[in-house]
């Protein structure tokens, strides 16, 4: 799912919203999820999941062109980890959808 089709669905279920205020709402709400990651705060949506940020430290990789060390600064990276009610509903939606093993 986009974030254009996640507006559209919003917009269909809820008839009292125009699409411009259900693409305002979105954008609302994604963005305040950004700047409050952004300054390292860890969001938790019951029943869905959390995010917060994963520190990777500092490594030396290596240029695949030349074959010489680089080395690769730390990094900070947005994570989620799903919550439990999340996991057990794809799990039991998973496999009733998958096909027979090819």
């Not at 125009?18 to 305040?32: C, H, N, S």
């Not at 998973?94 to 027979?100: I, R, V």
């Amino acid at each position: 799912m986009t974030r254009s089709d996640l507006v559209a669905k919003l917009a269909e279920r809820f008839a009292q919203l125009t699409q411009r205020d259900t693409e305002f709402a979105v954008k609302t709400i994604l963005d305040a999820m950004s700047d409050a990651l952004a300054r390292g705060h860890r969001i938790e949506i019951r029943g869905f999941g959390s995010f917060s940020i994963n520190r990777r430290p500092p490594r030396v990789g290596r240029n695949p062109r030349s074959g010489e060390q680089v080395t690769i600064p730390e990094k900070l990276v947005p994570h989620f980890k799903p919550g439990k009610a999340l996991r057990e509903g794809v799990d039991a939606i998973a496999p009733a959808q998958s096909g027979p093993a090819a």
